[in-house]
């Protein structure tokens, strides 16, 4: 147990429609990062914030944001959502301080139909 | 963006046989990471090496860090079948920024 905890484990919703994912980091973590892993994208960097505040941005669409809350939970929201954006979405915490490894959550398997 | 190159993509294996995965980038990292990870769970690590032409291992693995900071490799020696799974590397910078590697899928087949 990582002890990251990411919410819904499922998801299932139609194009064009919203879901929220939710992210409680490792206790004690202040930084969390948002990954979507797909077949053919491997594990692709979306967001990285650091007590509550955004630190850096990969490859995030426009249709997707993130955002920290003061008790360290975070929650990424996707709209207009595509066929393209099923994926496995994963939310990894870790302790600041250089080279300090990412802890992963079970994440969460989103599908689109 | 930082981007590492993993080969052999899959690899399938006898157990008790020896695999080497290589991990490769164009840019220098702070320190690089081994994850592995299993069907419907998250990336979980292996280890952590940070100086340039650092060894590490653990039990059968061996893990290596290029003088350059900019390479690394896995060594399995006899292969279980536990072993099975998607091996990621991810580089870091001083920012705490991760790029993951393309991934090897190993099958170790009893």
């Known amino acids: 147990d990582s002890g990251v905890t990411q919410t819904p484990k499922h998801l299932i919703t139609a194009t064009g429609q919203r879901v929220t994912l939710r992210c409680s980091p490792r206790?004690?973590?202040?930084?969390v990062y948002w990954y979507q892993q797909s077949l053919d994208q491997g594990l692709q960097f979306l967001i990285q914030y650091y007590n509550g505040e955004e630190r850096a941005k990969g490859n995030i669409l426009e249709r997707f944001s993130a955002q920290q809350f003061p008790d360290l939970h975070s929650e990424l929201n996707l709209s207009s959502l595509e066929l393209g954006d099923s994926a496995l979405y994963f939310c990894a915490s870790s302790v600041r301080g250089l080279n300090s490894p990412l802890h992963f959550g079970n994440g969460t398997r989103l599908t689109v139909t | 963006t930082q981007l590492l190159e993993q080969s052999p993509q899959f690899l399938s294996i006898q157990e008790g046989e020896n695999l080497t995965v290589y991990c490769n980038s164009s840019?220098?990292?702070?320190?690089l990471q081994w994850y592995r990870q299993e069907p419907g769970e998250g990336p979980v690590l292996l280890v952590t090496v940070v100086t340039g032409g650092e060894v590490k291992k653990l039990k059968r693995l061996t893990f290596q860090f290029g003088d350059a900071r900019k390479d690394s490799s896995l060594h399995i020696t006899a292969a279980q079948p536990g072993d099975t799974g998607l091996y990621l590397c991810a580089g870091s910078n001083t920012g705490n920024q991760f790029y993951f590697g393309t991934g090897t899928s190993l099958t170790v087949i009893p």
């Open positions: 840019s220098v990292f702070s320190s």
């Open positions: 206790s004690g973590d202040l930084s």
